[in-house]
């Protein structure tokens, strides 16, 4: 890429990337992408607005607040958005296919791994380490997300009733996310103040530059980015059956109650109401793919988790994970491991298509959304509710990591899940207790915490 330069710094004008660059830059940023959201958002507005100025501060800021009004992972969503914008739409596949594959490929990997050696001792007490990690790492983002949702009491009673609704009355998530939208969305209407909107903001100092797609703006040389009825229309008609029509043909061929259509209908249902990340879906999932389905058994869920922190790309990955182990225990006419590698891909493909069509379909119109209030509040609710979803999963891998026995307790026609406490696994509590204080108290990283955990977990099992 060529600059040209002058005497303030500010006023570099870069010029546009050739899609084979920016293939490379997309490739790179799959790669790396760990560290969850904030990583992989820090990592693009590294490569893409501080060092290459593709675009510039506000246009990106202003792409990830769109994005944060979506279902599915934002940082995928905006790097879709952003490759859409400079190169159309195979710019927005590229972009998105790479932030998803290296992390897939290397999840399709563990899962294979698993399935093979689980039950080798060696690796059963790193898992036994990695279960008590994850559990520090899901309480560190239930206080991450609710310090940047909890702002005022109307919040904190939204996260609460979502508590109260998910784990005592065992309401689905999707009604949660639904009600909690609705109430935003009310609460925009007579109490605006408290349901304001918030969304990322420039950071204090920050240079004003065009980058490479605001000259494109100005140029006139986006106009794929203008609103069109029409071209909405071909992207409903195009997507749609792209997305759920592989659903469909599996229900035909393979009859309602197989494996092939649970996933792909369940997780198809998941990509429409994945608000506030995938630790906020988790619980849902966690609870319907070992109480409902039978997919796997409570601790599995626990590794799966721990393995999905540890690879690059969204974390929503781990669906993945659950999908190899149901079809691989269900494979029908086929081989197990060949069973679990389609049922992964499929799941890969009704979890992501969706977010492919939510920025081609939505992205021309995101000047207009940007100022909706109404939609801002509606997404302030369901993010405060996504703090007591995540509240539960951490409450439900707590359960099912220190304890070896959960029962449900049935009481005034509630039947809220219980441990044994004579059950309690006393190593299990030590290292996830040891694991919270490395990461809360020395603000030790995710990865370096599983690591020592799993290390941990070995040294444990060869003692006693």
Sequence with gaps: MTIASTSDDTHIS?????????????????????GGPAGQIALMHKELVEDRRWIGEQRFLHALNYCMLLPGPEAQQLAVYIGWLMHRTIGGLVAGLLFILPGALVMLGLSLLYVLYRQVPLVDAVFFGVKAAVLAVVIEACLRISRRALKNRAMVMIAIAAFVGIYLFKIPFPIIILAAGIVGWAGNRYAPATFAGGGHAAKAGAPEFKGVVDLMFERGELAHATPSGARALQTVAIWLPLWLGPVALLWLLTGQASVWTHLGGFFSTMAVVTFGGAYAVLAYVAQAAVESFGWLAPGEMVDGLGL?????????????????????????????????????????????????????????????????????????????????????????????????????????????????????????????IAAMIAMLRFRVGMIPTLAMAALAGVVLRMAF
């Design 14 to 34: 870069p010029s546009a990337p050739t899609f084979a660059e920016a293939t490379r830059v997309w490739a790179k940023v799959g790669c790396l992408s760990f």
């Design 308 to 432: 999905a922190e540890t690879t690059p790309g969204p974390l929503i990955l781990v669906l993945q994970f659950v999908a190899f182990l149901a079809a691989y225990r269900a494979p029908g006419v086929f081989d197990p491991l060949l069973a679990g590698c389609l049922g992964a891909l499929l799941t890969l493909w009704v979890t992501f298509a969706p977010c492919f069509f939510w920025i081609f379909l939505g992205a021309p119109y995101v000047e207009a959304l940007r100022g909706n209030k109404a939609l801002a509040a509606a997404l302030t609710a369901i993010t405060a509710a996504v703090v007591g979803v995540v509240m539960n999963l951490a409450l439900w891998f707590a359960l099912h990591v220190v304890f070896r026995e959960v029962r449900s307790v049935s009481f005034l026609g509630l039947s809220p899940d219980m441990p044994v406490f004579a059950s309690v696994d006393w190593q299990a509590a030590l290292l996830s």
